[in-house]
């Protein structure tokens, strides 16, 4: 068959689900359009590395066409999508059209602020490079503000820094950020009495990392405090003025920096698509992945409201995306040989978050435990799993001096 005769399947997203899909297509009958609004594959799950002034961006993000050099039934194009018609089955892209056999839509999630436009507005967010580098900027910039200012008060509030989210984000970020102020910070503002930072985490629940077992909650908790992290659990945030938060009880934290981490939902593009959606915005699909009506069409990764067997729905992680894309490939080459689709199952590879220097919290083949090997494990895994050996060995080469020197890479203050 010549290619242009073959099937054409369209990859919404170059994100964890995407980049597998694409992958996985590499042999298969198919000629595959990827589409993404950027022209790089982003490793979210350190992009808090850039935040804190441990990375630079270029070290957790891979263009996606040096990704595909080798893959020669594949073309990518840079582009934002914004409207598909599944009966006609084409997508609209900035002024262009492009019509598909087949469809994934693979286009992940972005920060959910729960309906509180004053937190849109004020707070910073990590959801992609821009708002990771705008809220490394604003972190140093306290530091440099709170270096001048002769009132207690104001230089208090200046050093206060919250982090909303008890999950793996939050905790993440309000541990690297505790280990910025005390191994570096200090050196670096060696006149300012560095006693009145407060880093606080605030969780609306009644436990940082909900969804882990009671014994890596207990551990986080205590490995955070070590950090001089102040917890603040059931503590539910109501407003964000830029200065002050106000929680629900009425009482109020001055503070410069909100960084958000408590929402995700699914990306824009699913408003404007007419489909069921569920909790999160996320779209409602089969137990084969398919777009209920249009079994031509899978959603995976964040965008997709897959319920489990224990009734919940799938967390929004890349190991959900990864394996949902191995599923929709394994049922788009099943339809192309007029096979019946099979239901998703999805495999819990266990959780693993990092606290800072040594410390991490880890379940993994049905064992917990946290401290100096879960973060070892942490350490490997991440520079395992970024894309392209110079970024693994950069990273690498920067995690070992800052390990070896409390210091870190990027203390850079740039504008836009
Ligand atoms: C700060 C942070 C830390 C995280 N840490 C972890 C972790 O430790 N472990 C873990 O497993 N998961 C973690 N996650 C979650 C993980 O990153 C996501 O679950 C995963 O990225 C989802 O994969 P996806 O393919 O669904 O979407 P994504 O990886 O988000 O990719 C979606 C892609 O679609 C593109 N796109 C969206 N809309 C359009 C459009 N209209 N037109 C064209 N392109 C579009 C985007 O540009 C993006 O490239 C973290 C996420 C964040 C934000």
Do not use: C
């Amino acid at each position: 068959m010549t290619p242009q005769k073959l099937p054409h399947v369209v990859i919404v997203g170059a994100g964890f689900g995407g980049l597998e899909t694409a992958h996985r297509l590499a042999n298969a009958p198919v000629r595959i359009t990827l589409i993404d609004r950027q022209n790089y594959h982003l490793f979210q799950p350190l992009l808090y590395q850039i935040a804190i002034a441990g990375l630079v961006p270029s070290q957790i993000a891979y263009p996606v066409r040096t990704i595909f050099r080798r893959q020669k039934n594949l073309t990518f194009q840079m582009s934002e999508v914004t409207a598909i018609d599944f009966d006609a089955r084409y997508i609209k892209m900035d002024g262009s059209v492009i019509a598909y056999d087949y469809l994934i839509l693979a286009i992940g999630g972005q920060t959910n602020f729960l309906g509180m436009q004053s937190v849109e507005h004020n707070a910073f967010q990590l959801k992609n490079i821009e708002s990771a580098v705008a809220t490394r900027n604003h972190l140093l910039e306290m530091f440099e503000q709170a270096s001048r200012e002769a009132d207690s008060d104001n230089r208090r509030a200046l050093l206060t820094f919250v982090v909303a989210g008890g999950g793996p984000t939050g905790v993440e970020t309000a541990g690297a950020l505790a280990e910025l102020i005390t191994h570096v910070m200090t050196k670096d503002y060696p006149q300012m009495d560095l006693g009145e930072v407060r880093v606080i985490l605030l969780e609306a629940g009644p436990n940082v990392m909900a969804s882990y077992p009671n014994g890596l909650r207990k551990a986080t908790h205590d490995l955070l405090r070590k950090k001089n992290v102040e917890i603040m659990v059931n503590a539910k945030l109501t407003d964000y003025n830029g200065k002050q938060i106000t929680l629900s009880n009425n009482s109020q934290i001055q503070t410069h920096t909100l960084i958000w981490t408590a929402g995700i939902r699914a990306a824009e593009l699913v408003e404007k698509l007419g489909i069921e959606r569920a909790a999160s915005s996320r779209v409602v699909t089969e137990a084969t992945l398919q777009l209920p009506g249009h079994p031509e069409v899978f959603v995976i990764g964040d965008a997709a409201y897959f319920v489990n067997g224990n009734g919940q729905p799938l967390p929004m992680l890349a190991t959900v995306a990864q394996q949902q894309a191995k599923a929709a490939v394994n049922n788009l080459r099943k339809i192309l040989r007029d096979e019946k689709p099979e239901a998703f199952h999805y495999k819990d590879p266990g959780l693993l978050a990092t606290i800072g220097r040594n410390a991490a919290v880890a379940r993994i083949w049905g064992l917990s435990f946290s401290g100096f090997i879960a973060w070892a494990i942490w350490v490997v895994l991440h520079i395992y799993r970024l894309i392209g050996f110079r970024n693994r060995l950069v990273v690498l080469i920067n995690w070992a001096w800052d390990y070896l020197f409390y210091d870190t890479q990027v203390r850079l203050i740039t504008k836009e």
